[in-house]
């Protein structure tokens, strides 16, 4: 008897990822058909506020969160537009023979590998094992050749709050459900959720967080975060399409894909 071999693969990996929390659900919503049936469940709490774009303004973003705290604004911009174009069909019609750069989902991101989008959304972008090493782990963000990208950013309508004497540099990328990246900080920016959905975890520029660089961040919640004490336990929250996370300098966070997620972020430097 012959069998599928992408098949027995995609049944392996949700009998192993069913043990870690992952479970198949009922599609919800328009996922821009990157719904693969598999979703983490838990979006955990939410103690970031939560704001309506239009009851902040400008000059209230850089009092109250620009540089102290994250925040997470609801309806600040209408991306319709850029939506639509990243659907699964829309990118892969339009990019799909082009290469994109994968860097591997540890803290330092050493590795780095060029292969075809269409590529690696057939053979990489899947359900992620909580025992996986960040170092065996290859995820698309960040790396963009913008000359090759800039017809689908500029229909990308990015946050309208700036910070003084800075200027904004998109980063993009696609990501299967308990991928992510772990604890690291840079700079300040804006994180905004196309499609999916991204539970984020995030402690102050002196609070360093508990972390193996090289644990993904699927292993963290599972082995470390159940056993925090209540002080040591980070500002966290989960995001979806039309709300927008921002984070302050030095920041440290860590992120959580709980479906296949298309996301962009705006980094301020």
């Not at 659900?25 to 955990?44: I, K, M, T, Y």
């Amino acid at each position: 008897m012959e069998y599928n071999t992408a098949v027995l693969t995609a049944c392996a990996q949700f009998v192993l990822l069913c043990f870690i929390g992952i479970k198949a659900a009922e599609p919800s919503g328009d996922g821009g058909g990157w719904s693969s049936g598999f979703r983490l469940q838990d979006e955990g709490d939410c103690n970031i506020d939560i704001l309506d774009g239009f009851s902040l303004s400008h000059k209230q973003f850089i009092e109250r969160y620009a540089y102290s705290r994250p925040v997470i604004l609801r309806g600040l911009t209408d991306n319709t537009r850029f939506r639509s174009l990243c659907s699964k069909a829309s990118l892969l019609e339009e990019y799909g023979a082009r290469k994109v750069r994968l860097s591997t989902a540890n803290t330092f991101s050493y590795r780095k590998v060029d292969i075809p989008l269409q590529e690696y959304v057939d053979d990489l972008l899947r359900p992620q094992s909580a025992d996986a090493l960040g170092s065996e782990t290859l995820y698309f963000f960040g790396d963009n050749n913008f000359t090759e990208w800039q017809s689908l950013f500029e229909h990308y309508e990015s946050p309208p709050y700036a910070l003084p004497h800075t200027s904004g540099a998109y980063s993009f990328g696609i990501a299967g459900p308990g991928t992510g990246v772990p604890f690291h900080w840079h700079g300040p920016g804006y994180s905004e959720v196309i499609y999916g959905r991204k539970r984020w975890f995030l402690y102050p520029p002196d609070r360093e967080p508990h972390f193996h660089p090289n644990r993904t961040t699927l292993s963290w919640l599972r082995d470390t975060y159940p056993h925090l004490p209540e002080e040591e336990a980070p500002l966290e929250c989960t995001i979806r399409p039309g709300e927008v996370l921002y984070f302050p300098d030095r920041w440290w966070h860590a992120t959580l894909n709980l479906d296949t997620s298309v996301f962009i972020s705006t980094f301020l430097g």
